[in-house]
């Protein structure tokens, strides 16, 4: 029996529930999703301390999911893009069915083991790569065979699953299997499973960035500036760590090229845009070493 597959007694007549009785059934099963993400914390640690290795060796984040997961997958690659500023041929999201599934169902696409042994041999996968494969069944044919591939190809393979003993687990360095149990809906994955994978990847992706030195003091200070609204936020977040005034600091963004760390470097250490590059790539792009080194 699939977990994600389970049928809860407790919602058999859920149809003939008010209106709140079926929200509040709902909104309780996506408590308890993330209840079942936090009892899987420390697989993520290890799997953020893994991947981290790989990627400042160079690597890539390569998703890989099937339907809802697919979906999920993508929408966490998209985002480390401006988040981060991280390179986008540095995160890849491979989708079962091609591109046209990320917003129409394809049918059959999950049970092609092919098409993503084809997509991952045009990467050139690489033993730095980091390949995260997911499925609420933990079964999906797609996901498998794309982790088994990554191993084959010494690549780092994680597997995010719903059901606990699945086969995904197998063929993953780091299996997060999060018993998010039956759903309201029986089966419909979009919903507990769902919530829990997007919790793990928030979780898991986040700490990655963490760990590389892109945040401080609880700021996106990688993130490059792209509209309005990031120019200002930009600019507030060099005043404010800087301890400058705003106007210095967007004087020390224009001076280096809306990089917030020079920026701040620059007006903490009262160096020039040369100088400050020279310290933060001897601090290994960390500023908070940056700023604390002798």
Not at 33 to 48: D, F, K, L, N
Not at 63 to 73: E, F, M, N, P, Q
Not at 88 to 97: D, L, N, T
Request: net charge negative.
């Amino acid at each position: 029996m699939i977990a994600t597959e389970g049928v809860a007694s407790r919602y058999t007549a859920l149809e003939t529930w008010n209106t709140g009785e079926m929200v509040d059934a709902m909104l309780e099963g996506q408590l308890a999703a993330i209840s079942a993400v936090h009892a899987v914390r420390s697989t993520i640690a290890r799997a953020v301390d893994a991947a981290t290795v790989r990627l400042e060796r160079g690597g890539r984040l390569i998703y890989l999911g099937a339907g809802t997961s697919g979906r999920i997958a993508t929408l966490d690659a998209a985002e480390l893009i401006p988040t981060f500023n991280w390179p986008a041929e540095r995160v890849i999201s491979i989708m079962a069915g091609g591109e046209r599934a990320f917003t129409t169902p394809v049918e059959g696409a999950e049970d092609d083991e092919d098409e993503v042994i084809r997509a991952l041999t045009h990467l050139g996968l690489c033993s730095d790569d980091v390949v995260i494969g997911l499925a609420a069944s933990g079964r999906t044919p797609f996901a498998i065979s794309g982790l088994r591939h990554g191993q084959a190809r010494g690549a780092l393979t994680i597997g995010v699953l719903n059901s606990p003993g699945g086969p995904l687990a197998s063929v993953s360095d780091i299996a997060i299997e999060v018993d998010s149990g039956a759903e309201v809906l029986a089966g419909s994955t979009r919903m507990k499973a769902g919530t829990a994978q997007k919790a793990v990847l928030t979780t898991l992706s986040t700490g990655i960035f963490l760990r590389m030195g892109y945040v401080y003091r609880g700021r996106m200070v990688e993130m490059k500036p792209t509209n309005e609204k990031l120019h200002k936020r930009a600019a507030m977040m060099v005043m404010e760590l800087s301890g400058s005034s705003l106007e210095a600091a967007k004087q020390a963004l224009a001076a280096s090229d809306n990089s917030i760390k020079l920026a701040i470097i620059m007006l903490r250490r009262q160096l020039d845009i040369d100088e400050a590059r020279t310290l933060l790539e001897k601090s290994t792009g960390r500023l908070h070493m940056a700023l604390e080194s002798a």
